[in-house]
């Protein structure tokens, strides 16, 4: 029984095999393939990104911009989903007391973290 | 047994044939819309008369994608190099449809403002008359391109679109040499063609 191979074995063949068929389907396809068939005609104006035909104010999409533009858009989010709130209810009001108090105390809690980022200058854009 | 005859289940042609049978059917237009010929274009993309049907399924907005550029409209002088840049981000090998009489002679447009043809600064293959041309005018623009794709060489074409980069290199050593914007340098280039009795600049 020591000496025997082991009942496995055409699995790993069938895996090693596999692993082959797979990388050459992937080497001939991707790499020699393509190099005898593409046509390959590097241009400046073709490695230069695409702005509409204008040549590129700067290289690329990895620039920084100002940690400004989070804060508003933070705050934009919130009152418009807020917006979005009211609309539906507006539509849908039928002049019921507990509707009404409902919303006025959904608007009440909004309004107190309205004033909190007033308070804390977030809607100022110089400071 | 049959008689098995070679000539009838063995076909000989050449490559070149072959590779632009491929290509006149698998077009990527790329819109250069500026004026009214582009809303004549969106319906010849549309179910109505629906351009697909003619090999050119695949609309992108982008020159990285396609290989067929379609000029639907007036080009000014100052769009010229603007033109240049795209025709020269296209993939290869690239083809130019000249739809409308003002990409194809300035039209009525004969001002100081705009180019009087965009043959003067980008190679076209066909020109499509009309003020706008009607959808059907532009397909038979198409049509008559796939004609003059299988008819063309491959090497042909590569060096047609050689000669175009030669001239885009000489519009950058001139806008560096003379320190000019690019719708400035390309103006000149026209001009100075114009002088010579030459139609274009490439």
Same mark, same amino acid.
């Given at each position: 029984?020591?000496?025997?191979?082991?009942?496995? /074995?055409?699995?790993?063949?069938?895996?090693?095999?596999?692993?082959?068929?797979?990388?050459?389907?992937?080497?001939?396809?991707?790499?020699?393939?393509?190099?005898?068939?593409?046509?390959?005609?590097?241009?400046?104006?073709?490695?230069?990104?695409?702005?509409?035909?204008?040549?590129?104010?700067?290289?690329?999409?990895?620039?920084?911009?100002?940690?400004?533009?989070? /804060?508003?858009?933070?705050?934009?989010? /919130?009152?418009?989903?807020?917006?979005?709130?009211?609309?539906?209810?507006?539509?849908?009001?039928?002049?019921?007391?507990?509707?009404?108090?409902?919303?006025?105390?959904?608007?009440?809690?909004? /309004?107190?973290?309205?004033?909190?980022?007033?308070?804390?200058?977030?809607?100022?854009?110089?400071? | 047994?049959?008689?098995?005859?070679? $000539?009838?289940?063995?076909?000989?042609?050449?490559? $070149?044939?072959?590779?632009?049978?491929?290509?006149?059917? +698998?077009?990527?237009?790329?819109?250069?819309?500026?004026?009214?010929?582009?809303?004549?274009?969106?319906?010849?993309?549309?179910?109505?008369?629906?351009?697909?049907?003619?090999?050119?399924?695949?609309?992108?907005?982008?020159?990285? #994608?396609? $290989?067929?550029?379609?000029?639907?409209?007036?080009?000014?002088?100052?769009?010229?190099?603007?033109?240049?840049?795209?025709?020269?981000?296209?993939?290869?090998?690239?083809?130019?449809?000249?739809?409308?009489?003002?990409?194809?002679?300035?039209?009525?447009?004969?001002?100081?403002?705009?180019?009087?043809?965009? $043959?003067?600064?980008?190679?076209?293959?066909?020109?499509?008359?009309?003020?706008?041309?009607?959808?059907?005018?532009?397909?038979?623009?198409?049509?008559?391109? #796939?004609?003059?794709?299988?008819?063309?060489?491959?090497?042909?074409?590569?060096?047609?679109?050689?000669?175009?980069?030669? +001239?885009?290199?000489?519009?950058?050593?001139?806008?560096?040499?003379?320190?000019?914007? +690019?719708? #400035?340098?390309?103006?000149?280039?026209?001009?100075?063609?114009?002088?010579?009795?030459?139609?274009?600049?490439?």
């Amino acid at each position: 029984m020591t000496s025997s191979p082991s009942p496995f /074995l055409p699995v790993l063949l069938l895996f090693l095999i596999a692993l082959g068929v797979g990388a050459a389907i992937l080497v001939v396809s991707g790499r020699i393939l393509p190099g005898l068939m593409k046509p390959d005609n590097p241009q400046r104006a073709k490695l230069t990104p695409y702005e509409c035909g204008v040549p590129p104010l700067q290289e690329g999409a990895r620039h920084r911009y100002s940690v400004k533009f989070y /804060l508003v858009a933070m705050l934009f989010i /919130l009152f418009d989903v807020e917006t979005a709130f009211l609309l539906p209810w507006a539509v849908q009001y039928k002049a019921h007391l507990w509707t009404f108090w409902a919303m006025l105390s959904f608007l009440a809690t909004l /309004l107190v973290g309205y004033v909190y980022a007033w308070g804390k200058g977030a809607l100022d854009w110089e400071r | 047994m049959a008689n098995l005859n070679l $000539d009838d289940s063995v076909m000989t042609t050449r490559l $070149d044939s072959v590779v632009n049978w491929a290509r006149k059917n +698998s077009l990527w237009p790329l819109p250069f819309g500026t004026a009214c010929c582009a809303i004549e274009f969106m319906s010849m993309m549309a179910s109505r008369y629906d351009f697909s049907r003619f090999g050119a399924e695949a609309l992108r907005f982008s020159p990285r #994608q396609s $290989d067929m550029l379609l000029v639907l409209g007036t080009v000014t002088n100052k769009q010229a190099p603007v033109l240049r840049q795209i025709y020269a981000q296209m993939a290869e090998p690239k083809w130019v449809v000249a739809v409308g009489v003002c990409a194809s002679s300035g039209g009525m447009y004969r001002t100081y403002a705009t180019l009087q043809g965009i $043959d003067r600064v980008v190679p076209v293959d066909v020109y499509v008359p009309g003020c706008p041309p009607r959808p059907e005018t532009m397909i038979f623009g198409v049509m008559e391109l #796939q004609k003059k794709i299988s008819r063309e060489s491959l090497m042909g074409r590569k060096e047609h679109i050689e000669r175009f980069y030669q +001239s885009l290199a000489r519009q950058e050593d001139l806008q560096k040499a003379k320190g000019l914007s +690019s719708y #400035q340098v390309v103006r000149e280039m026209v001009l100075e063609a114009g002088h010579k009795g030459e139609q274009q600049i490439w």
